[in-house]
């Protein structure tokens, strides 16, 4: 019987889902940021005022200590840098620093210099306030000694009018510096919906316009900002202790149209399983959740796919890439935004069996002759010599009718819980057996639905054309072939709602898969009656709906 490892979930139509490496040539295209000009006067140090100073610069000492300064001394790459030396100190410090400028509260800046120190250094910003007083923060703290440059971002505090910015030094030692920068982080205007999606913008010290998410007992640790995948900056979040719950780094809330289509896609890493789940706010206020996918993990960076069709009701979402088993996930790169996806010359639907029950052949077999639709029964093969289930022959006369046979596995095994060569066997052997009765096998569906990025690979190596797993959608177009969606018809699925869905599927010229098991009526959570499925043969008739088998469904989304 097949269950579904999912949180609440609701309709979602999901178009494909993609694993592929991120090259650096096309990373490098995806940031979303820009930088406004140089706001420090002077910032090279070239130029030098009539006192000797450099022009716009000033001396800043404190504390018991004994501070020298030189300008010009030797420059990054011009002919002058700053240079200050502190001796005997017992406490306080001293810098050079530069004219004070006007900032924003509500903006996001980058500064950043070159130095060469023999002793650690930090940077520390102060900021005058609106009510005259000062108010100063540090944001590199330990600048370790060597020749390097500084970078960080940072966004000014409430009621900050104008801040200088100290790269000082508060022990024996001395420091150089020369070419400044701050500069204004500006958004570049794109179709993404996920604002700082690449989480360069810093607020407080986490990312503007993100937040952290955790439930469950478990311990938790969020870390940013940490080195990006050809960014500056990612996020890392780490799971310990766990008994129940996750965590996870999610943006806010973004507005979204009901029955509109929109692509996901982020850049991840991590040492455990990963899960992506849409979190929708209904109009009604309250919150739904539905699994988008579950990711393998990798110690490399990988970019994830995936497309999908937004329910009914739906106000605005957010989408959780989060881990709920111990271990650590790094993400980076989010994008999230309306698509138009190609659709079908017109809609499809198709009758799609799982397992190979013996009631599919005694009850569903005869209304499918009566109705002239054609199915695809994904056979379980070891199941074939079990009562219950239909024999070789029976399976084998289905075919000889038009029945597209596909492949369910040996034993309807979890295959993300198997070695990568119990999985080739497991898909191999099947589909080796199967061919042994005559027939031809392209199409599988994974046991429980459970699948991974390995698991589609080696399906399109033993010549499998498509992978069915059980999450709800439609497909379309162009998706992915090896993450087909379904409706699942349960005991307690009205005709109404299966009418609705092929309704829609007709109008939007999507590919509806209906997936059945048991037809009797037993009332078992994974059966439909003969009189269910006499209404909805009819109903395709009526309508005049194109029914396919999986392989035909497939070939048409690849063309």
Do not use: C
Not at 282 to 298: F, H
């Amino acid at each position: 019987m097949v269950t579904q490892k999912n949180f609440s979930l609701i309709l979602i139509v999901a178009i494909g889902v993609f694993f592929v490496s991120l090259p650096k040539e096309i990373s490098a295209e995806i940031s979303l940021f820009s930088l406004g000009p140089n706001l420090i006067n002077n910032s090279d140090l070239e130029s030098a005022s009539p006192s000797g100073d450099p022009t716009d610069w000033a001396r800043g000492r404190w504390g018991n200590n004994i501070a020298t300064f030189e300008y010009p001394a030797t420059g990054h790459n011009g002919s002058r840098g700053n240079k200050v030396t502190l001796n005997e100190r017992l406490s306080g410090d001293a810098k050079w620093y530069f004219k004070d400028v006007a900032v924003s509260t509500n903006k996001t800046y980058e500064f950043s210099d070159y130095y060469q120190a023999n002793a650690s250094s930090h940077v520390t910003a102060r900021y005058l306030l609106n009510d005259g007083s000062y108010k100063y923060i540090d944001l590199i703290t330990d600048v370790p000694v060597g020749t390097a440059e500084t970078k960080v971002n940072f966004s000014p505090p409430t009621n900050a009018v104008s801040l200088t910015i100290f790269h000082l030094i508060n022990q024996n030692g001395y420091l150089i510096t020369d070419n400044y920068s701050l500069r204004e982080i500006i958004e570049t205007p794109t179709d993404n919906l996920i604002a700082n999606s690449s989480l360069e913008m810093e607020t407080n010290g986490q990312p503007s316009h993100w937040f952290r998410g955790r439930w469950g007992n478990n311990i938790a640790n969020f870390i940013y900002p940490i080195n990006g995948n050809f960014t500056a900056k990612a996020a890392r979040v780490e799971l310990g202790n766990r008994l129940s719950g996750d965590a996870k780094w999610y943006f806010e809330d973004v507005t979204v149209s009901p029955g509109g289509f929109y692509s996901f896609e982020d850049d991840y890493r991590a040492n455990t399983d990963s899960y992506l789940t849409a979190r929708y706010k209904m109009d009604n206020g309250q919150y739904v959740y539905s699994d988008l996918a579950i990711l393998p993990p990798s110690q490399s960076w990988k970019h994830f796919f995936t497309s999908f069709k937004i329910p009914g009701e739906v106000s605005t979402l957010t989408i959780f890439h989060l881990i709920k088993n111990n271990g650590w996930l790094e993400t980076d790169n989010f994008d999230f935004q309306a698509i138009r996806p190609d659709r079908f010359n017109e809609g499809l639907v198709t009758l799609a069996f799982d397992d190979g029950p013996i009631s599919v052949y005694e009850n569903a077999l005869p209304i499918l002759r009566a109705t002239g639709h054609k199915t695809t029964q994904y056979i379980v093969t070891g199941y074939t010599s079990f009562p219950g289930y239909m024999n070789p022959s029976q399976v084998f006369e289905m075919f000889l009718e038009g029945h597209e046979i596909g492949s369910h596995s040996l034993n309807h095994a979890d295959l993300t819980a198997l070695a990568p060569t119990e999985i080739n066997y497991q898909l191999s052997e099947s589909k080796k057996v199967l061919g042994g009765y005559g027939f031809n096998v392209t199409s599988f569906a994974y046991p429980f639905g459970y699948n991974n990025s390995l698991i589609k690979q080696l399906l399109a190596q033993n010549g499998y054309g498509s992978g069915r797993a059980t999450i709800e959608g439609v497909n379309v177009r162009g998706g992915d072939p090896y993450a087909l969606k379904v409706m699942s018809i349960l005991n307690d699925t009205s005709f109404l709602d299966i009418k609705n869905e092929i309704d829609q599927a007709l109008i939007d010229k999507s590919w509806l898969i209906l997936l059945f098991h048991q037809v009797n009526h037993e009332g078992d959570r994974y059966s439909t009656t003969p009189e269910t499925l006499s209404a909805i043969t009819n109903y395709l008739n009526q309508k005049q709906a194109k029914v396919v088998t999986v392989s035909e469904g497939t070939n048409l989304m690849n063309n």
